[in-house]
Protein backbone atom coordinates (compact mmCIF):
# COMPACT_ATOMS: atom_id res chain seq x y z
CA UNK A 1 0.00 0.00 0.00
CA UNK A 2 0.97 3.55 -1.02
CA UNK A 3 1.35 6.12 2.06
CA UNK A 4 0.51 9.55 0.74
CA UNK A 5 2.28 11.05 3.67
CA UNK A 6 1.21 10.32 6.93
CA UNK A 7 3.23 9.79 10.05
CA UNK A 8 1.98 7.86 13.00
CA UNK A 9 2.00 8.18 16.64
CA UNK A 10 1.44 5.95 19.20
CA UNK A 11 1.77 7.02 23.31
CA UNK A 12 2.61 3.80 25.50
CA UNK A 13 3.12 1.95 28.61
CA UNK A 14 3.34 -1.57 29.15
CA UNK A 15 2.13 -2.30 25.60
CA UNK A 16 4.03 -5.37 24.95
CA UNK A 17 0.88 -7.40 24.51
CA UNK A 18 -1.12 -4.75 22.04
CA UNK A 19 1.60 -3.05 19.98
CA UNK A 20 2.63 -5.76 17.38
CA UNK A 21 -1.17 -6.09 16.06
CA UNK A 22 -1.15 -1.96 16.66
CA UNK A 23 2.10 -1.86 14.48
CA UNK A 24 1.26 -4.18 12.08
CA UNK A 25 -2.78 -2.36 11.19
CA UNK A 26 -0.08 0.19 10.27
CA UNK A 27 2.41 -1.34 7.81
CA UNK A 28 1.14 1.43 5.36
CA UNK A 29 2.69 3.93 7.18
CA UNK A 30 6.58 4.53 6.58
CA UNK A 31 7.07 6.99 9.56
CA UNK A 32 5.92 5.58 12.66
CA UNK A 33 6.90 7.20 16.44
CA UNK A 34 6.09 5.95 19.69
CA UNK A 35 6.53 7.55 22.43
CA UNK A 36 6.68 5.81 25.49
CA UNK A 37 6.34 6.77 29.33
CA UNK A 38 8.31 4.39 31.17
CA UNK A 39 7.68 1.06 30.25
CA UNK A 40 9.18 -2.23 32.28
CA UNK A 41 8.15 -5.12 29.71
CA UNK A 42 9.54 -5.10 26.51
CA UNK A 43 7.25 -1.71 24.74
CA UNK A 44 9.80 -0.30 23.22
CA UNK A 45 12.17 -3.65 21.97
CA UNK A 46 9.41 -5.15 20.50
CA UNK A 47 8.36 -1.12 18.87
CA UNK A 48 12.30 -0.58 17.91
CA UNK A 49 12.47 -4.17 16.29
CA UNK A 50 9.23 -3.28 14.11
CA UNK A 51 10.86 -0.33 12.52
CA UNK A 52 9.50 2.37 15.20
CA UNK A 53 11.19 5.44 16.29
CA UNK A 54 10.96 5.49 19.71
CA UNK A 55 11.54 8.06 22.67
CA UNK A 56 11.03 7.77 26.04
CA UNK A 57 9.35 10.41 27.91
CA UNK A 58 8.96 9.72 31.73
CA UNK A 59 7.42 12.02 34.52
CA UNK A 60 8.92 12.03 38.79
CA UNK A 61 5.16 10.56 39.74
CA UNK A 62 5.60 7.51 37.81
CA UNK A 63 2.78 5.67 39.08
CA UNK A 64 0.47 7.37 37.13
CA UNK A 65 0.37 6.50 33.01
CA UNK A 66 1.54 9.68 31.26
CA UNK A 67 2.23 11.51 34.65
CA UNK A 68 -0.89 12.05 35.30
CA UNK A 69 -1.85 14.17 32.23
CA UNK A 70 -1.94 12.45 29.10
CA UNK A 71 -3.42 15.35 26.77
CA UNK A 72 0.26 17.16 28.00
CA UNK A 73 2.22 14.20 27.07
CA UNK A 74 0.50 13.87 23.45
CA UNK A 75 1.30 18.06 23.22
CA UNK A 76 4.83 17.46 23.74
CA UNK A 77 5.30 14.53 21.25
CA UNK A 78 3.60 16.94 18.78
CA UNK A 79 6.11 19.74 19.29
CA UNK A 80 8.42 17.43 19.81
CA UNK A 81 8.70 14.60 17.48
CA UNK A 82 10.39 15.11 14.04
CA UNK A 83 7.92 13.79 12.06
CA UNK A 84 8.79 12.85 8.34
CA UNK A 85 5.21 14.05 6.75
CA UNK A 86 2.61 17.10 7.98
CA UNK A 87 -0.34 14.39 8.28
CA UNK A 88 -0.18 12.36 12.33
CA UNK A 89 -2.01 9.76 13.18
CA UNK A 90 -2.77 9.23 16.54
CA UNK A 91 -3.07 6.19 17.69
CA UNK A 92 -3.88 3.95 21.30
CA UNK A 93 -1.71 0.75 21.28
CA UNK A 94 -5.26 -0.97 21.80
CA UNK A 95 -6.46 0.66 18.60
CA UNK A 96 -6.46 -0.74 14.82
CA UNK A 97 -6.86 0.68 11.76
CA UNK A 98 -9.26 -1.09 10.00
CA UNK A 99 -8.49 -1.25 5.98
CA UNK A 100 -11.33 0.71 5.23
CA UNK A 101 -9.89 3.38 7.51
CA UNK A 102 -6.70 3.08 6.55
CA UNK A 103 -8.12 3.86 2.52
CA UNK A 104 -10.27 6.66 3.87
CA UNK A 105 -7.24 8.02 6.05
CA UNK A 106 -4.40 8.11 2.48
CA UNK A 107 -7.66 9.50 0.27
CA UNK A 108 -8.25 12.29 2.90
CA UNK A 109 -4.44 13.17 2.79
CA UNK A 110 -4.37 13.10 -0.96
CA UNK A 111 -7.30 15.63 -1.03
CA UNK A 112 -7.82 17.34 2.06
CA UNK A 113 -9.62 20.58 0.49
CA UNK A 114 -9.79 22.74 3.32
CA UNK A 115 -9.42 20.45 5.71
CA UNK A 116 -6.47 20.51 8.41
CA UNK A 117 -7.37 17.62 10.65
CA UNK A 118 -9.63 13.92 9.52
Not at 11 to 16: A, F, I, V
Not at 42 to 48: G, H, L
Amino acid sequence: MDNPGVSALILTRNEEKDLPECLRAISWCDDIHVLDSGSIDRTCEIARTLGCQVAVKTYPDSTQLFGGDEAAHRNWSLRNTPFRHPWVLLLDADERVTPELATSVRQAVREPGEHVAF
